[in-house]
């Protein structure tokens, strides 16, 4: 399936930012992935730039991943 599973452990389960997130960089990384993301409710370009951040550091230490 091209869309890895994802589910949400605790909080709010109607707050999908972390299983999205995860989602993702499980799909770029071909790995499984655990994401706890407690940033306050912002706007959608916040959430971007702090996945973008991720992928930067993935890309420039990817032994640590």
Do not use: C, H, W
């Not at 706890?36 to 990817?62: G, H, Q, W």
């Amino acid at each position: 399936d091209p869309i890895p599973v994802s589910t949400a452990l605790l909080g709010d389960m109607s707050d999908t930012t972390s299983t999205g997130l995860a989602q993702r960089l499980a799909r770029k990384t071909s790995k499984q992935v655990f994401v706890s993301y407690n940033l306050p409710n912002t706007d959608s370009s916040f959430t971007l730039l702090v996945e973008n951040r991720i992928k930067e550091e993935m890309e420039a230490f990817p032994e640590k991943f």
